[in-house]
């Protein structure tokens, strides 16, 4: 491993291009330093935006060198993506309370309680912004986003197996059912989040899951 913060690709080869952003995992330094700059990224993006996501100052932050992260990262859109990467492994596990509205209500108010979180809500304004603007950022959110339902399309199929929800129901469709009027009320109405909000968000996915209209099919 180099004494300084000269970055090495996959194969311990210095100075070669390196792997697109969350594709390798990490460890040891290697470890320290991306968890440092990602950390120092998120804390950038809530203050300043995604237009104020500057990677010396990224770099200053996190106490590496410049080079370090020009040459892992090499542009705000790459750090934006592994930020996404590593936020969606480190996301909370989904509720299992044994009833399907149980699980709901607690999914809308862990959404609830993300957004409306001074730091997490800015840095999620900035991600969004970051996907308007590229297209890996966009491809990044996608992911993120795609693992967080299917972590908690869970609590419909276990809902479907004990026969609170009608076969054939579409696990993924019920929950992004549940979180889409809550972002659309972060990001366009303005609309008050809170408590109840979120259950009312809930209540409403389950209401369709229950009619049959939140069925598999082409999205």
Sequence with gaps: MPADDTATDSTGTTGAVPPAPGTVRPGGRTARVRDAVLRAAGDLLSEAGFAGLDLAEVARRAGVGKTTVYRRWGTPEGLVADLLVDMAEQ???RADTGSVADDLRANA???VETLTDDRQGRLFRA??????CDAQAERALRRFYAVRIDVWAGCVTD???RGELPAGTDPRRVITAVSAPLYYAFLVSGDPLDTAAADRAAAAAL???HAGTLTAGPA
């Design 91 to 93: 996301s909370q596990p």
């Design 109 to 111: 108010r862990l959404v």
């Design 127 to 132: 991600l969004v912004a970051a996907a308007l």
């Design 159 to 161: 809902a479907v197996a």
């Design 207 to 209: 209401a369709a899951a």
